[in-house]
């Protein structure tokens, strides 16, 4: 079997003419074993020549295929010599490489007077979209739940009990770690002011209505947002990834009951102990913080502490919680069903779903604020 092999002439004009031999094929080429030898090198820089004028003999290559073509294709700088003599037949090899290799020109639309309104218009229809589906899962769940109270035994409770303890127990290390910090770190900066004023006493008020009614709440709800939000999304969205969602639905099972509703429940119940978990140990760091920089006592901390900050505070706190996570779990739900079968998709919803939870959640918090704002609240 002949290899692919060429040979060279220098004319008296200074012209030079290829002739190509052999069979030009994989096999051959493979056999040959020298992809990246000096021959092919030299072909490269003859089909690149524009000074010499170089011509291209190819009656006598036996055979040629796809990965012969190509590697002449590339060598002539992906386009026809303009001295080539070939059979028709190998021509046509070469005609359906430069097909393929064209590049589509980029269409450019004339820019339209109205193209804000069009992107305004285009933002105003996704957000409708997304609300008409977020009222459907809210539909689908209510739907849930009343076919739960005719059908307990439908209940999903392994799926609660495996998102109570994904969503709660797991996330109980991280939430006390970062309440316990903000509590120091709260009492700390307070401290420092207070003692300017000579109100060092005030710091249980201080520490005890931030904490247990705003920053409680909030710092949970952003925990749990970044960390099971995002996991809730990201499972959903691999499972439409990989169609599991589709096999679902095929086999009759329905994926907002045994999907969506338990990560809701969970979220719900889970939340608001997180409040009082992370509350506790906030309050806690910033008593051990009083007693070093102010010389609070524990005892008269802890003794302060109900008589400053009326028990309707943890209760707002509480109900905080239980809001903050129905919002959570009802978002991440509704973009992870919303990922398209691509991984551009679940990475996006994925960002979306941490992002709007968060932002819904400061929004629902000012709405708590406003709306109870002469509630739980000494008077001086």
């Not at 490489?97 to 820019?111: K, Q, S």
Request: charged share 15%.
């Amino acid at each position: 079997m002949l290899h692919a092999h060429y040979s060279e002439t220098q004319s008296a004009s200074d012209s030079i003419e290829l002739a190509l031999t052999g069979r030009w094929t994989l096999r051959a080429l493979a056999e040959k074993g020298e992809a990246d030898a000096a021959w092919q090198n030299r072909l490269r820089e003859l089909g690149r020549r524009h000074v010499v004028r170089v011509s291209w003999n190819c009656l006598d290559i036996e055979a040629l295929d796809s990965v012969g073509a190509l590697l002449l294709w590339r060598s002539w700088g992906r386009k026809l010599p303009e001295l080539l003599l070939m059979r028709p037949e190998h021509l046509h090899i070469f005609e359906r490489i430069a097909a393929a290799d064209g590049e589509p020109a980029a269409v450019v639309l004339p820019r339209s007077p109205f193209e804000g309104l069009i992107v305004l218009g285009a933002g105003v229809l996704a957000a409708m979209r997304q609300m008409r589906d977020f009222v459907v899962l809210l539909g689908q769940l209510a739907l849930d739940l009343l076919h739960l109270l005719r059908h307990p035994i439908d209940l999903p409770g392994r799926e609660i009990s495996a998102n109570i303890y994904k969503s709660g127990v797991r996330a109980m290390p991280v939430t006390a770690l970062v309440g316990l910090l903000i509590g120091i770190a709260l009492s700390y900066l307070s401290s420092l002011q207070l003692r300017q004023f000579g109100a060092d006493m005030f710091i249980v008020n201080l520490l005890g209505l931030s904490i247990i009614r705003e920053l409680g709440p909030v710092l949970v709800a952003v925990l749990v947002a970044g960390r099971s939000g995002s996991a809730m999304t990201a499972q959903l969205g691999v499972m439409r990834v990989t169609e599991e969602i589709d096999a679902l639905a095929t086999m009759g099972v329905s994926t907002s009951l045994r999907l969506v509703l338990p990560k809701v429940v969970a979220l719900a119940v889970v939340t608001p102990l997180l409040v009082l978990w992370a509350t506790a140990l906030a309050l806690l760091g910033g008593m051990l913080a009083a007693e070093l920089q102010l010389g609070i006592g524990y005892g008269y901390f802890l003794e302060t502490l109900p008589k400053v900050v009326p028990v309707v505070n943890l209760w707002i706190g509480l109900s905080k919680g239980f809001v903050f996570g129905l919002a959570i779990a009802l978002i991440a739900c509704h973009f992870g069903l919303r990922v398209k079968p691509n991984t551009d998709s679940l990475s996006a919803n994925t960002t979306a779903a941490v992002v709007t939870a968060i932002t819904v959640v400061i929004f629902i918090d000012a709405v708590f604020a406003v709306a109870l704002r002469g509630i739980g609240v000494p008077k001086l």
